[in-house]
């Protein structure tokens, strides 16, 4: 190659290296809900005919579909006081209802057919003629063995009675053997006072609750919210973009990458998995991320670039 050749080369090589535009990398950490399992244990004797009826009291499917913000990660099992068995129905074949967030691509993912509403009321309508012993503590420990909580959940026992435990064993011992699991536990009571075992069964878990049954509402659900561990999150950018459109995000959860998108529009009202930059003057970076689709409140670990000067 000529002297010349040679030096246009090395000039437009040079013109190429100032030119290019230069990418900074980052990484966002994760912040995942907490996994959930809520057994409930419902009295079906002759006791609670005159009570409640057997349907999820008013407002129970928006706890559940609120929690974590629209990206929940629950598990409902039923069984009977007198049973300890799961219950099914043509609607919850597996004996549990699944209604979770799947953080590798932000589809929510169900096991159960039809409205959440009503597949619980296919399973909780337990009637109330069972001449069995209303053996709650027992039935809970039975039906928790069944299969459908996940090692890492926090573990809840919804129970709702109109008499008093009859289980055969000492009501310490259940109680023992249910906490001897790595999982948290905790215990909501909604039961006709008093009703001394019951009282003593609920009292060995630190974390708890009663309510009378004339008094049965939302907060007896609510407060398995005690079990979520707070998830931090950091929704500045790590990175100064010289461009706010300049940027390629992915999610990553469990090996599996995926291109989370720019929002189209607003994060808050886009129905799919995307982000959103904003100008945030607290931020070091000067933009926070918006996340839309089922990553509002909660999101897997996400990786990415920006353009910068």
């Not at 589809?107 to 337990?126: E, F, K």
């Not at 630190?206 to 609510?222: G, H, I, V, W």
């Not at 561990?229 to 706010?244: H, K, M, W």
Request: aromatic fraction near 8%; glycine fraction near 6%.
């Amino acid at each position: 190659m000529c002297v010349a050749m040679r030096a246009v080369v090395i000039q437009i090589a040079a013109c190429l290296s100032a030119c290019a535009t230069s990418y900074e990398p980052f990484e966002i950490q994760p912040a995942l809900p907490t996994p959930i399992d809520v057994l409930v244990v419902l009295d079906d004797t002759p006791a609670m005919a005159s009570h409640l009826p057997r349907q999820p009291p008013p407002g129970a499917v928006g706890i559940v579909t609120a929690i974590y913000n629209g990206a929940p990660d629950v598990r409902i099992a039923v069984t009977t006081s007198t049973t300890g068995t799961l219950r099914t129905s043509a609607k919850v074949p597996d004996g549990f209802i699944e209604h979770r967030l799947d953080f590798t691509d932000g589809v929510l993912r169900t096991n159960y057919q039809g409205p959440l509403d009503s597949a619980l009321g296919s399973i909780m309508n337990v009637g109330t003629s069972s001449i069995e012993p209303n053996a709650i503590a027992a039935s809970a420990q039975r039906a928790l063995g069944a299969g459908f909580v996940r090692p890492s959940s926090g573990v809840g026992i919804f129970v709702v009675t109109a008499s008093d435990d009859q289980s055969p064993d000492d009501i310490a011992s259940y109680a023992s053997a249910i906490q001897n699991v790595p999982n948290e536990v905790m215990v909501s009571a909604v039961y006709a006072q008093p009703a001394p075992r019951l009282a003593s069964f609920v009292d060995a878990f630190a974390k708890r609750y009663t309510q009378n049954l004339d008094a049965y509402n939302m907060e007896s659900l609510s407060v398995f919210s005690w079990l979520f561990d707070s998830a931090p999150n950091d929704y500045c950018l790590p990175v100064t973009p010289a461009d706010p459109h300049g940027c390629e995000l992915f999610t990553s959860h469990d090996h599996v990458v995926n291109p989370l998108p720019e929002c189209s529009g607003s994060a808050w009202d886009s129905e799919t998995p995307c982000y959103q930059l904003i100008e945030e003057p607290s931020c070091t970076s000067s933009y926070a991320v918006l996340y839309g689709g089922g990553y509002g409140m909660y999101h897997p670990r996400i990786i990415g670039r920006c353009a910068v000067d």
